[in-house]
């Protein structure tokens, strides 16, 4: 599986070395969680505790958190591209 994402990256982004780099940072990573699940067992480091829904006035809340994360990160953007604009020496940034 870590040789087709290699491959897969590297044929993608032109970029061979990076591909090779992928697979081996991949590899590692499989390697240590077989590595910690034999040595430590096979259970979550850490618990997560359970959240329930109590009352619908909670789900509005998490809805109008949703839209005002919407909202800053759209601002953030725009804010981050008008710098680009002015800090670009001809001021011609190609818009995504």
Do not use: H
């Amino acid at each position: 599986m870590a040789c087709g994402a290699a491959g897969s990256l590297a044929a993608t982004l032109d970029a061979p070395i990076a591909g090779a780099i992928f697979a081996l940072v991949f590899l590692a990573a499989v390697s240590s969680s077989v590595i910690s699940r034999a040595v430590l067992g096979n259970f979550p480091s850490f618990g997560i505790p359970s959240y329930d829904l109590i009352s619908e006035r909670k789900s509005l809340f998490y809805a109008g958190l949703g839209a005002l994360a919407a909202g800053g990160a759209t601002a953030f953007v725009r804010i981050l591209y008008a710098l680009w604009r002015t800090a670009s020496p001809a001021g011609n940034v190609q818009r995504l």
